[in-house]
């Protein structure tokens, strides 16, 4: 009779990864053995029991499988397994004196040292980077009856039940390069060697898929979840979080290993739980799996592993070989649809302490540099072929057919472009483009209901140059609003570029990234009451030219003409001219120094987003004011400093400060001097005095500080309630202290003025809040502590304010 055969694969459900060492037995024989370091089994039987095979390992929950001899043709069965995780159970608590595996940590991070790679003088090598997005819970027979998507239909070919829920994989991309590093002096570099993005090229965004910027190491105290810090289990204050258990030893290759994992000590706070496996000799990690605690206050995420391997490069060195993170994104809930994303990462021909990284790391311009040629994006299969460090599934190969023929249908162009115009504002037109359409419409006390219309050019009409307009018309004051404005890009990176506008419009105040403005759709926010709305006409004539140097610095040289006329609840620019027929204007020439060391942005052809930098960001200004140039009719000079910063404190959160002040030399009316920046609306702005109004402080010189403190759950994690619903605290503080010259005052101090001076006091506001509210709401409630004075409509002592973002 032929012998029986059962071959087995177990990998974990979530991540793919293998499972080592699990434990297989048939329940009624009690015959089995352990899976081999690779999650591999092979049972050899000399007939088919009716018997039910039971897989277990720790962290997972119990895997059974019946076997049934009816039900198996020929003679091998391979069983595809996948474990789902469950809940470790540490058994009963063991006083620390006798605890094996607070033991095994204490053993860990002593050797730390000895084993983390960044102990090594410099060390380099070649970096394999595949990110993979694929959405879960599709539901095939649904969309397939869907009108809009009867052409994509080849698409749900691609659906994969593998792993239970159905999931079509849906993108993917590549990059392979060179990576250098040296402690002493710290530098980093990186060459990119070839780069696979289907349907986009963006070498700010191909950048970001290499080793710059996901540098994740498990020995480091912390570890980075998107914007946060999480307490890594080998901290050195880890026992604090964590605890410990051993579950059992293996050999491989002749080395024993110790089963080791952990669990969170305390629910809501930044921590995770997972095991790994440890050397016992040099107590070096080999293979270590992080799973998001489920408690842990992260939005949207339904499950997350971090994963990292090491290899020996020598008899005795273990450097870092492979690490994989997966994400399961879950907006709408774990059952409806989700995205799942994979990123793996490999490391070959990993080189230590070797001259050949200190002549490539010479190279650099700056501490740490990126090199992306643009060959790299052009490398041809038969290169990927022969480069990559791992093989592409079939499935993998089937996401570039899928999205290769994907972007050749024209219906899926209309779809994306229809998408793009909903989302961010803007549609294409051939060689221009129109747009935000949230601009279209809006409404003020003064011009009545504001229809604005925009148009511009494209990168189909240049990648060199930008052209720009709007016009803007008030059914209430019937006045027509215009701006003209153009940019020339000399060099995208740094960059270079020279900039030139003329605007004639309503000045609405000051607007910051990220704040609510007054000329769009959205403008409705309810405005604080008793408080006038004060409105002035400016036009606006610049000419600005930038040229930025890799080191972060940037120098910006600027001519502006401007020509102010209040229109309400102001004085008026009589009150400061001779003739009552003359304009109200300035001529201003000014530099601008800013210092951005190793900042990142994300960028497209014309525009960027900062992404900010590790170093505080430096801010300098000076402004000129010259008489007799465009009829302008003041000589003054203003300088300005801000030195600016977002720091993780882990882990207490994260921080963000801002110190400022300034200087105004000449007499001049309440335009050409510093506002202090107030808001009149109750939605929270970052960056203004939230209890203060408009044009409510002028001033001639002046200092400042912001400091708001985000430090997560807080108190919050005590309560179950308030842990499940992931609020996090903030606590702020804003202060500014100003004066004005007498002939300041005297100039602007007259009947019917709305200004103030502080005259050497301070303004303080003290705030507190809560954040992420529905995981998307931020409450803040502000308290004006100075200067203490009656709490009226127009000068309240307290105000709750709220603002709106999406993170995680």
């Known amino acids: 009779m032929a012998q029986k055969v059962i071959k087995g694969n177990i990998r974990e459900a979530q991540s793919g990864e293998t499972i080592p060492f699990a434990s297989i037995r048939f329940k009624a024989s009690g015959s089995g053995m352990l899976a081999d370091s690779a999650g591999s089994f092979m049972l050899r039987l000399s007939q088919w029991p009716k018997d039910t095979l039971e897989i277990t390992s720790v962290g997972f929950q119990d895997y059974r499988y019946f076997v ?37 940590w204490r053993r860990i991070v002593q050797h730390k040292a000895q084993n983390d790679r960044y102990r090594f003088r410099n060390f380099g090598y070649e970096l394999y980077n595949k990110l993979e997005l694929d959405i879960k819970n599709v539901n095939k027979e649904k969309l397939s009856d869907s009108r809009m998507l009867r052409k994509f ?16 994989p849906a993108y993917l991309t590549e990059a392979l390069s060179d990576y250098y590093y040296s402690k002493e002096p710290l530098r980093r570099r990186e060459v990119f060697k070839a780069t696979k993005t289907l349907g986009f090229k963006n070498e700010s965004v191909s950048k970001l898929l290499g080793g710059m910027d996901q540098n994740v190491n498990f020995y480091n105290n912390f570890i980075p979840v998107f914007d946060k810090q999480f307490v890594s289990p080998i901290s050195d204050n880890g026992d604090a979080y964590y605890t410990y258990k051993i579950a059992d030893t293996q050999y491989v290759a002749g080395r024993r290993l110790v089963h080791f994992f952990f669990t969170p000590k305390r629910k809501g706070e930044n921590t995770f739980e997972g095991d790994c496996w440890v050397q016992d000799t040099s107590f070096a990690i080999q293979k270590m799996n992080l799973r998001l605690s489920k408690e842990a206050n992260i939005n949207f995420l339904h499950k997350m592993n971090l994963i990292q391997e090491y290899q020996l490069i020598n008899d005795s060195t273990w450097f870092l070989s492979r690490d994989k993170w997966v994400i399961d994104v879950a907006p709408f809930g774990k059952n409806n649809l989700s995205f799942i994303g994979r990123k793996t990462t490999t490391y070959r021909n990993v080189v230590v302490n070797d001259a050949y990284v200190d002549a490539e790391l010479a190279k650099n311009k700056v501490l740490e540099e990126s090199v992306l040629p643009e060959v790299a994006a052009e490398k041809p299969d038969s290169f990927w072929i022969e480069s990559r460090h791992e093989e592409l599934t079939k499935s993998e190969q089937g996401i570039y057919n899928m999205v290769d023929s994907l972007m050749n249908m024209p219906q899926y162009k209309t779809y994306r472009n229809t998408l793009y115009f909903l989302t961010v504002g803007y549609k294409n037109i051939g060689n221009y483009e129109i747009g ?18 925009d148009l511009g050019t494209n990168t189909r009409f240049s990648k060199q140059v930008y052209l720009h307009g709007y016009l803007a018309y008030g059914f209430t004051d019937r006045q027509v609003k215009f701006q003209a404005d153009g940019r020339y890009l000399f060099k995208r990176n740094p960059r270079r570029q020279l900039y030139l506008s003329w605007r004639r419009d309503i000045d609405f105040g000051q607007n910051y990234y990220g704040d609510i403005t007054q000329d769009n759709i959205f403008a409705l926010a309810i405005r604080k009451q ?79 987003i900062s992404l900010g930098s590790v170093y505080p960001i430096v801010d300098f200004r000076y402004t000129r004011g010259i008489s007799g140039v465009g009829n302008s009719g003041y000589d003054y000079s203003r ?31 309440y335009i050409l001097l510093d506002v202090a920046p107030g808001n009149e609306i109750y939605y929270y702005n970052r960056n203004a005095f939230n209890l203060m109004n408009r044009y409510e402080y002028i001033q001639d010189r002046y200092a400042g500080a912001f400091f708001e403190h985000n430090y997560g759950t807080g108190l919050f994690r005590f309560l179950p309630i308030t842990r499940k619903l992931k609020l996090r605290q903030l606590w702020t503080a804003k202060a500014l202290w100003g004066g004005l010259s007498e002939a300041n005052k005297g100039l602007n101090f007259t009947t019917g003025h709305p200004f103030r001076s502080l005259d050497g006091k301070t303004y303080l506001e003290l705030g507190t809040g809560v954040d992420n509210i529905l995981k998307v709401l931020r409450l803040d409630f502000v308290w004006k502590i100075l200067p203490w004075e009656v709490n009226t409509a127009a000068h309240p002592r307290f105000g709750a304010f709220a603002s709106f973002k999406v993170n995680f």
């Open 153 to 168: 239909q080849f698409i749900f070919d691609q659906i994969d039940t593998s792993e239970g829920a159905a999931y079509l």
């Open 436 to 453: 935000p359409w949230f601009n279209w419409l809006s409404y003020n006390s003064y011009e009545g209901f504001r229809t604005r219309f």
């Open 639 to 669: 300088l300005f400093l801000s030195v600016s910063d977002y720091a993780k404190v882990a882990p207490l959160g994260n921080i963000y400060y801002n110190l400022f002040a300034g200087r105004t030399y000449g007499n001049l009316p």
């Open 530 to 608: 008793g408080v006038p709305i004060k409105f002035i006409s400016i036009e606006d004539k610049r000419a600005e030219y930038t040229h930025g140097w890799r080191n972060g610095f940037a120098v910006s040289l600027s001519g502006v003409h401007k020509t102010f006329n209040p229109l309400r609840n102001l004085p008026p620019k009589e009150q400061f001219l001779k003739d009552p027929q003359a304009d109200l204007s300035t001529f201003e020439a000014g530099v601008r120094i800013r210092y951005a060391y190793l900042e990142r942005f994300l960028e497209s052809t014309f525009s960027r």
């Open 68 to 104: 049934d001899p009816a039900q198996v043709v020929g003679d091998t069965l391979f069983l595809n397994i996948r474990m789902i995780e469950g809940r470790f159970n540490t058994g009963v608590t063991v006083r620390a004196k006798g605890n094996r595996g607070l033991w095994m």
